[in-house]
């Protein structure tokens, strides 16, 4: 009933940057927090990026300083502005968003993920 959309992965050079992009569509009543996860082979998924629904944000140390998360003018849209990757950012990352749908369930819902490579 969600679906989140994400884009702008791909190969980069360490100290290079670049922007992830996830979309929600659906029968979305409002959108609560979303935030973006990457999971490495062999790893767990971790939390890179959290935002809330008034805007306060949340980053794993491993990645502050280095990027940014924020939602576009359109509610449904969320960002991570990468900057000066390193290869040990390189995952696949996942968008994650939760609600309230608009017949009235909460939903937690995660998108396809999208592949992020650091190397030179």
């Known amino acids: 009933q969600v679906q989140l959309v994400e884009s702008g992965g791909g190969l980069v050079q360490p100290g290079g940057s670049l922007r992830l992009s996830c979309t929600a569509s659906?029968?979305?009543?409002?959108?609560?927090?979303m935030g973006w996860y990457r999971q490495a082979p062999g790893a767990e998924r971790d939390l890179v990026a959290l935002?809330?629904?008034?805007?306060?944000?949340n980053y794993a140390d491993s990645v502050k300083g280095r990027f940014t998360i924020y939602r576009g003018n359109a509610d449904n849209t969320m960002y991570l502005q990468m900057n000066s990757l390193k290869p040990e950012d390189t995952a696949v990352y996942y968008c994650?968003?939760?609600?309230?749908?608009?017949?009235?369930?909460?939903?937690?819902?995660w998108g396809q993920g999208t592949q992020v490579t650091v190397s030179s």
């Open positions: 994650n968003a939760d609600g309230r749908l608009v017949a009235g369930p909460y939903f937690n819902s």
């Open positions: 659906g029968i979305i009543f409002s959108i609560n927090n």
């Open positions: 935002i809330t629904t008034d805007a306060r944000t």
